[in-house]
């Protein structure tokens, strides 16, 4: 499991918002993000809403076209900017006269790429056309990509996939109205695997589900993942159930990355203020051990991705912020083996 078969370098994704000229305003999704996903593994990728984390997701798979930055899957570059910045590099630095600098861009057709990279979307009453049964739904990636030279050898895939995600044959004649949220996030998944994918975004897949069924879900992906060899990106916002499913765990605020390590590492060791405070607010079940535990609450409101704070984009709602934290963006280092951080002041901090 060494090899590593995504590589995100200095990834930017800056969205329009109005203006002209100078006055031009953009919102900084993504702010010079970097990290790789090795094969077989589930990295896992947690932050606030807003923070940047499904648009992660949408740019490496470009659904969204990256402003910036490398996007590399096993081997092959799906998308360059041709002038990748320096990591302690300020984001503002990007803009020119109000408009993003880069160099010229390389981009791949993606339609050979989609069938090795898929995406489970956050949303399972809206990522899936009302109109359409859900044989239909699993069964339109199966005829873009022409992987069955029959109708009855499409119906066998089709129904294969349903069983394989915990529904039966009968499935198939439905609409998604007719099914619960889970199952439907279930169906999502078997459009997801109809394609024989090797690496899927998992963007929030069960925020939208009941805390019952979530579990079933979670499972689920693990199990798949065990049979079929996969490789996932799990965003979510909730740690508990990242820590479980995840081998390695990046935590985002404000569009940047602030920490990176092994989910254990990152659980009982973590190093930057914002892992903390977000650590401290997962919820225990023995009352005992739950008084016992300072919870870290954070003063203040995020920043808005428009106008960002200079430096550290933390640095307003963070207790240990000095000058430093204002003038200069804090370098994204590796403190231990495998553990990476971006703070100025982590010896305080710990």
Known sequence: ????????????????????????????????????????????????????KTTTGR????????TKGRIVYDGKVLFDSGDVP??????????????????KKTA?????????????????????????????????????HHLASSKEERYQKIQRLLECVGLNSEHANR???????????RVGIARALAVDPKFIVCD????????????????????????????????????????????????MYLGRLVELADSYELIFNSLHPYTKSLISAIPIADPKIARANKRIVLKGDVPSPLNPPSGCRFRTRCPYATEQCAAEVPKWREVSKGHFAACHNLEKVN
Not at 17 to 29: D, L, R
Not at 59 to 66: D, H, M, N, T, V
Not at 119 to 129: E, G, K, R
Not at 215 to 237: C, K, P, S
């Open 1 to 52: 499991m060494s090899e590593k078969l995504l590589k995100v370098e200095h990834l930017y994704q800056y969205f329009p918002a109005g203006g002209f000229g100078k006055n031009k305003k953009y919102v900084q999704a993504v702010d010079d993000v970097s990290f790789y996903v090795k094969k077989g593994e589930t990295l896992g990728l947690v932050g606030e809403s807003g923070c940047g």
């Open 59 to 66: 740019s490496l798979l470009r659904l969204y076209e990256p």
């Open 86 to 103: 320096m990591m302690d590099e300020d984001s503002n630095d990007i803009l020119e006269n109000g408009e993003p600098k880069f160099g």
């Open 108 to 144: 791949v057709d993606m339609k050979p790429y989609r069938r090795e990279m898929q995406i489970v979307f956050q949303d399972p009453y809206a990522s899936l056309d009302p109109r359409m049964t859900v044989g239909d739904i699993v069964g339109e990636a199966i005829d873009i």
């Open 175 to 185: 609409y998604p109205h007719e099914f619960s949220g889970g199952q439907r996030q």
């Open 204 to 251: 929030e897949p069960i925020s939208a589900l009941d805390v019952s069924i979530q579990a079933q879900v979670v499972n689920m992906f693990e199990d798949l993942q065990a049979e079929m060899g996969l490789t996932y990106l799990f965003i979510a916002h909730d740690l508990s159930v990242v820590k479980h499913i995840s081998n390695r765990i990046g935590v």
